[in-house]
């Protein structure tokens, strides 16, 4: 790093003497050079090697805005900015934009600010680059579902051609990992935006044109080298997507930031060259941006295997389970009174009180289950939510009554309208009734309703906020065997209230306070209390953005029996433990062996058949069976880490998909879609601690005894002719002797 701020502080002295615009400043960074001209934009980069210089443009700009004046061109040492004035052609309003260029971490660190001169307003502020070889090139982003565009409309033979095999495509599910071409469409991070016309209430993320992490790579296979354009989820992102077409342009637009007189919005993102795969710039992101990717707690890869969402208490077979990787209950969100009063302020511990979903229930009883679980070899995590609370709430609000202030709890009117008012998100006037039919019993100006006739809540609001992190502390004191909470439905994150103003967001042309905002205040506060206790925190992530999740450890993903769902959570749980729903037993037909091996080949645990789980799968001898043949194979992934370093694996001649993680005693290979019966070659790149002696065991289906085969291991390649059996195998290499 040291030689290369040094490289870059020399060119930049040598450009500085060159006439007005036509000055270049030249970063050289790992793998590539990047030429910035004096106007600001990126005009050129230039690959390692001969002939591999590209006539990439690359700039940062304002929607619907014209640049007014002079650049004014700020220097030092090791950093270049470009200052301008920018003018909304449609209010007049203004700011300056300023773009900065800098050595980063094996990057060029692009910076860009928004310092508003007039007016408070909002557009979408855009950074765009057009690669000029676009028919030779590929694309690869976090996304849902790689057949965008109209690749969707093609037929399997045209999909074919573009490098799509058929094997990449299985019933509702692709191949996350696999590049394509330049298409025209728009991807989303995350979700799609929240808006009057179609507020898109109860979403849930089964389309494809979804990213989880806001980064795109350029890959030119045949030449073997790519590029990143990478986000910071430091960043105060709001609505983001991604614009993709034909032409070779990628267009990144942030949406509703404020703008205003005297302040300063800041985004930074990096520009990094990497291998031609897709493992290069997710590779960088991980590497400097480890918080939002790894656990912030070792419990959190012990708790991960195949899971349940059960209110079950009574006893089930302990041996069959283990047997399926069995790992933890999601206890179902049945134990509370209703939404938001998990833990009532009861008097003992003893108390008991009518469970929402039946029966009664008490503080001691739901500590007794938590550890007893874990005597047996299970863990258990606490239902939570932050944006939904109450059941049956009455809108107007009822007038008011007396009620003993130890006493306001039991009923959720009482409770919601005398003590937590000021959090309930309402339904902005500009939305019609008609649009919101999906839960027909919220209006405009009165509450959003959810299920159960529960309410939307902001978690951003002091007095909600304050008996969350209430609610929190009652969970650590008073149900020490339970190892976390799993917060549900984060798809209301998408919402901005109106009634309040978070000094960020512009919505609906007023000051507003995002959700997303919300997020975050309450989760800088509840990570750090709940992990300094020792204990997890997991989510439902139905919003799917990287940015969300720095203070929390795992996932329990409520859809990913749908493709896109299964994607892009595994996508954004490299690091993390990832914990899949399984709907019902449909999920697994027709074709059984398809639906494990793409959780196997992602990382990622599928939902358990167990006794009374909710609206999830349930045991059968057909279920019972599949689980109990691929129980041992997912029992690998045990602390998985995606390896991500260059060229690591390969199946020769494509004849398999495969894969490669770092777990707590080596690595272990998916070997998945590949012949029914048969063998498949992998080689595999020596990566860091692959030293010493190694042994290969492979599991397959329907076994639970490793086999151990022949191992072919050179200086720095080690290769494997692996049989398979129902065209899969797991493969274990261990170091030591037996």
Same mark, same amino acid.
Request: charged content about 20%; proline content about 7%.
């Given at each position: 790093?040291?030689?290369?701020?040094?490289?870059? &502080?020399?060119?930049?002295?040598?450009?500085?003497?060159?006439?007005?615009?036509?000055?270049?400043?030249?970063?050289?960074?790992?793998?590539?050079?990047?030429?910035?001209?004096?106007?600001?934009?990126?005009?050129?980069?230039? &690959?390692?090697?001969?002939?591999?210089?590209?006539?990439?443009?690359?700039?940062?700009?304002?929607?619907?805005?014209?640049?007014?004046?002079?650049?004014?061109?700020?220097?030092?040492?090791?950093?270049?900015? &470009?200052?301008?004035?920018?003018?909304?052609?449609?209010?007049?309003?203004?700011?300056? =934009?300023?773009?900065?260029?800098?050595?980063?971490?094996?990057?060029?660190?692009?910076?860009?600010?928004?310092?508003?001169?007039?007016?408070?307003?909002?557009?979408?502020?855009?950074?765009?680059?057009?690669?000029?070889?676009?028919?030779? /090139?590929?694309?690869?982003?976090?996304?849902?579902?790689?057949?965008?565009?109209?690749?969707?409309?093609?037929?399997?033979?045209?999909?074919?051609?573009?490098?799509?095999?058929?094997?990449?495509?299985?019933?509702?599910?692709?191949?996350?990992?696999?590049?394509?071409?330049?298409?025209?469409?728009?991807?989303?991070?995350?979700?799609?935006?929240?808006?009057?016309?179609?507020?898109?209430?109860?979403?849930?993320?089964?389309?494809?044109?979804?990213?989880?992490?806001?980064?795109?790579?350029? =890959?030119?296979?045949?030449?073997?080298?790519?590029?990143?354009?990478?986000?910071?989820?430091?960043?105060?992102? =709001?609505?983001?997507?991604?614009?993709?077409?034909?032409?070779?342009?990628?267009?990144?637009?942030?949406?509703?930031?404020?703008?205003?007189?005297?302040?300063?919005?800041?985004?930074?993102?990096?520009?990094?060259?990497?291998?031609?795969?897709?493992?290069?710039?997710?590779?960088?992101?991980?590497?400097?941006?480890?918080?939002?990717?790894?656990?912030?707690?070792?419990? /959190?890869?012990?708790? /991960?295997?195949?899971?349940?969402?059960?209110?079950?208490?009574?006893?089930?077979?302990?041996?069959?389970?283990?047997?399926? /990787?069995?790992?933890?209950?999601?206890?179902?969100?049945?134990?509370?009174?209703?939404?938001?009063?998990?833990?009532?302020?009861?008097?003992?511990?003893?108390?008991?009180?009518?469970? &929402?979903?039946?029966?009664?229930?008490?503080?001691?009883?739901?500590?007794?289950?938590?550890?007893?679980?874990?005597?047996?070899?299970?863990?258990?995590?606490?239902?939570?939510?932050?944006?939904?609370?109450?059941?049956?709430?009455?809108?107007?609000?009822?007038?008011?009554?007396?009620?003993?202030?130890?006493?306001?709890?039991?009923?959720?009117?009482?409770?919601?309208?005398?003590?937590?008012?000021?959090?309930?998100?309402?339904?902005?006037?500009?939305?019609?009734?008609?649009?919101?039919?999906?839960?027909?019993?919220?209006?405009?100006?009165?509450?959003?309703?959810?299920?159960?006739?529960?309410?939307?809540?902001?978690?951003?609001?002091?007095?909600?906020?304050?008996?969350?992190?209430?609610?929190?502390?009652?969970?650590?004191?008073?149900?020490?065997?339970?190892?976390?909470?799993?917060?549900?439905?984060?798809?209301?994150?998408?919402?901005?209230?109106?009634?309040?103003?978070?000094?960020?967001?512009?919505?609906?042309?007023?000051?507003?306070?995002?959700?997303?905002?919300?997020?975050?205040?309450?989760?800088?506060?509840?990570?750090?209390?709940?992990?300094?206790?020792?204990?997890?925190?997991?989510?439902?992530?139905?919003?799917?953005?990287?940015?969300?999740?720095?203070?929390?450890?795992?996932?329990?993903?409520?859809?990913?029996?749908?493709?896109?769902?299964?994607?892009?959570?595994?996508?954004?749980?490299?690091?993390?433990?990832?914990?899949?729903?399984?709907?019902?037993?449909?999920?697994?037909?027709?074709?059984?062996?398809?639906?494990?091996?793409?959780?196997?080949?992602? @990382?990622?645990?599928?939902?358990?058949?167990?006794? @009374?789980?909710?609206?999830?799968?349930?045991?059968?001898?057909?279920?019972?069976?599949?689980?109990?043949?691929?129980?041992?194979?997912?029992?690998?992934?045990?602390?998985?880490?995606?390896?991500?370093?260059?060229?690591?694996?390969?199946?020769?001649?494509?004849?398999?998909?495969?894969?490669?993680?770092?777990?707590?005693?080596?690595?272990?290979?998916?070997?998945?879609?590949?012949?029914?019966?048969?063998?498949?070659?992998?080689?595999?790149?020596?990566?860091?601690?692959?030293?010493?002696?190694?042994?290969?065991?492979?599991?397959?289906?329907?076994?639970?005894?490793?086999?151990?085969?022949?191992?072919?291991?050179?200086?720095?390649?080690?290769?494997?002719?692996?049989?398979?059996?129902?065209?899969?195998?797991?493969?274990?290499?261990?170091?030591?002797?037996?």
């Amino acid at each position: 790093m040291k030689h290369l701020i040094s490289l870059t &502080f020399l060119v930049i002295l040598l450009t500085a003497c060159q006439p007005g615009d036509q000055q270049t400043n030249i970063f050289r960074i790992p793998g590539m050079s990047v030429n910035v001209s004096g106007s600001g934009e990126i005009s050129r980069i230039e &690959f390692t090697g001969k002939n591999q210089a590209r006539e990439v443009r690359a700039l940062s700009s304002l929607a619907d805005c014209k640049p007014e004046g002079k650049i004014r061109v700020i220097r030092k040492v090791t950093q270049i900015s &470009f200052k301008q004035k920018w003018v909304s052609l449609s209010t007049g309003n203004s700011c300056t =934009l300023t773009n900065r260029f800098s050595p980063g971490k094996g990057s060029v660190k692009w910076e860009i600010e928004i310092t508003g001169i007039k007016g408070t307003w909002s557009t979408p502020i855009e950074t765009r680059l057009i690669y000029p070889d676009s028919a030779k /090139a590929k694309i690869w982003t976090a996304w849902g579902d790689p057949r965008l565009g109209t690749i969707r409309k093609q037929s399997a033979e045209q999909i074919a051609s573009l490098g799509i095999l058929p094997s990449d495509i299985t019933g509702n599910w692709s191949d996350p990992l696999v590049p394509i071409p330049f298409v025209n469409d728009t991807l989303w991070y995350g979700a799609p935006p929240y808006s009057y016309n179609n507020p898109r209430l109860g979403f849930c993320p089964f389309q494809g044109n979804l990213f989880g992490i806001p980064m795109v790579s350029v =890959l030119e296979e045949g030449s073997g080298f790519g590029m990143s354009v990478i986000l910071s989820p430091e960043d105060t992102l =709001l609505d983001l997507n991604l614009r993709t077409s034909t032409s070779g342009e990628l267009v990144f637009s942030r949406e509703y930031n404020r703008i205003s007189a005297g302040k300063t919005i800041h985004f930074s993102m990096d520009i990094v060259a990497h291998e031609a795969s897709w493992r290069g710039g997710l590779r960088w992101m991980t590497e400097n941006y480890p918080g939002y990717f790894n656990p912030n707690i070792e419990l /959190a890869d012990q708790i /991960a295997g195949t899971g349940a969402y059960s209110s079950l208490e009574t006893a089930f077979d302990l041996n069959k389970m283990k047997k399926m /990787a069995f790992g933890v209950n999601w206890k179902a969100s049945f134990d509370f009174p209703y939404m938001g009063m998990f833990i009532p302020p009861v008097l003992t511990d003893t108390t008991r009180w009518p469970r &929402f979903g039946g029966g009664i229930t008490s503080i001691r009883d739901m500590q007794v289950y938590a550890a007893k679980m874990k005597s047996q070899g299970f863990h258990v995590l606490s239902y939570f939510n932050v944006t939904e609370f109450g059941a049956g709430i009455t809108d107007p609000a009822p007038p008011a009554k007396i009620v003993a202030a130890q006493d306001l709890w039991r009923n959720a009117d009482n409770f919601l309208y005398g003590k937590l008012a000021d959090a309930i998100l309402h339904v902005p006037v500009a939305v019609s009734k008609e649009k919101l039919a999906f839960y027909p019993k919220s209006r405009p100006n009165g509450p959003y309703f959810t299920w159960g006739n529960g309410i939307i809540m902001d978690p951003g609001e002091p007095v909600y906020q304050e008996y969350l992190m209430d609610q929190a502390r009652k969970h650590i004191e008073k149900i020490p065997d339970a190892e976390g909470i799993c917060i549900d439905r984060m798809d209301w994150l998408r919402m901005y209230n109106e009634q309040r103003d978070d000094q960020v967001s512009w919505f609906g042309n007023k000051p507003t306070r995002s959700l997303l905002i919300s997020w975050h205040s309450l989760l800088n506060q509840l990570g750090p209390l709940m992990h300094k206790a020792g204990k997890a925190i997991f989510i439902n992530n139905h919003d799917k953005r990287i940015d969300l999740l720095k203070q929390t450890d795992g996932f329990f993903d409520e859809f990913t029996y749908g493709g896109s769902p299964l994607n892009l959570t595994a996508l954004m749980g490299v690091r993390r433990p990832v914990l899949g729903w399984t709907s019902e037993e449909k999920n697994l037909r027709p074709d059984p062996d398809a639906f494990f091996q793409r959780y196997l080949y992602l @990382g990622v645990y599928p939902m358990a058949p167990f006794p @009374g789980n909710d609206h999830s799968l349930l045991p059968s001898e057909w279920v019972d069976k599949q689980y109990l043949d691929y129980g041992p194979m997912l029992q690998t992934l045990k602390g998985k880490k995606w390896v991500l370093e260059p060229d690591c694996i390969l199946a020769e001649g494509k004849s398999a998909k495969v894969n490669l993680f770092k777990t707590h005693d080596g690595w272990v290979i998916p070997v998945v879609f590949g012949p029914k019966e048969g063998s498949v070659n992998l080689i595999i790149k020596k990566v860091v601690g692959m030293n010493g002696t190694l042994r290969a065991e492979v599991l397959y289906p329907g076994t639970d005894k490793p086999t151990e085969i022949a191992i072919n291991q050179a200086a720095d390649v080690i290769r494997l002719a692996v049989p398979l059996h129902r065209g899969c195998a797991i493969v274990r290499l261990v170091t030591g002797d037996r």
